[in-house]
């Protein structure tokens, strides 16, 4: 399959991964009683509200990234440590979650394909369950590129919020002023591949483990 030909599958599952993401960070923050991320619009289905320009193209070439973040206002919740904790975990648990039912569905579609449960004899629907294996690959990769890489301590990523969680406030902020500088770090060190081998081994990790739940509960 040619770069050109894969697009039709690999846009369309980045931006179910990207959307989701934020929505879910945007989604626990207004359960927690926070109206910024209904106010600027985050709470939105529609990924231009959603896509980090550098984070996509990072994901898009390396299958790990992340999407613009949500402002969300900490003061709302009744516990700001445990709010901010919850609300940074949304968007990788959302994808991880995604990442299981993507492979969950493919393995799903090979078992009714081998006891003859899908009518192949109609073009429609074979060029439809055609479509859902390759596609459902690119929405697991990206979805465990991005709940994965998200979890570095590092900003903008989700992991980072774990630091106003666990460091005084001075110190964390004192880190966050040099924000803008992590964005282009973290592209460097995935073209480098510094981060390679730590990455691989969590994505391997964990896609072993969904595929093993996966087959036993359809028992292939």
């Known amino acids: 399959m040619d770069?050109?030909?894969?697009?039709?599958?690999?846009?369309?599952?980045?931006?179910?991964?990207?959307?989701?993401?934020?929505f879910a960070h945007g989604w626990v923050s207004d359960k927690l009683g926070d109206p910024t991320p209904r106010r600027n619009g985050r709470?939105?289905?529609?990924?231009?509200?959603?896509?980090?320009p550098l984070?996509?193209?990072?994901?898009?070439?390396?299958?790990?990234?992340?999407?613009?973040p949500v402002m969300v206002n900490p003061n709302y919740y009744q516990n700001k440590k445990q709010g901010m904790i919850n609300v940074a975990m949304a968007g990788p648990m959302m994808n991880f979650l995604l990442a299981f039912i993507s492979i969950f569905a493919y393995y799903g579609i090979?078992?009714?394909?081998?006891?003859?449960?899908?009518?192949?004899?109609?073009?429609?629907?074979?060029?439809?369950?055609?479509y859902l294996l390759e596609f459902l690959p690119f929405l697991l990769s990206y979805n465990l590129g991005l709940g994965i890489f998200n979890l570095i301590p590092i900003p903008p990523l989700d992991g980072s919020k774990f630091l106003n969680a666990l460091l005084p406030e001075q110190l964390y902020f004192g880190i966050m002023r040099y924000e803008r500088y992590f964005a282009p770090i973290l592209i460097l060190l995935?073209?480098?591949?510094?981060?390679n081998i730590p990455l691989d081994f969590v994505n391997d990790a964990l896609f072993n483990l969904m595929k093993n739940i996966s087959l036993t509960i359809l028992r292939l």
């Open 43 to 52: 709470l939105s289905l529609n990924p231009l509200r959603h896509l980090d």
């Open 3 to 22: 770069q050109l030909s894969t697009l039709i599958y690999s846009i369309p599952a980045l931006l179910i991964a990207l959307t989701l993401h934020e």
């Open 110 to 130: 090979i078992k009714m394909l081998r006891i003859g449960l899908i009518p192949m004899h109609s073009g429609i629907i074979t060029s439809i369950f055609d």
């Open 55 to 68: 984070g996509t193209l990072s994901l898009f070439l390396f299958h790990f990234g992340w999407a613009k």
């Open 190 to 195: 995935l073209y480098t591949g510094i981060l």
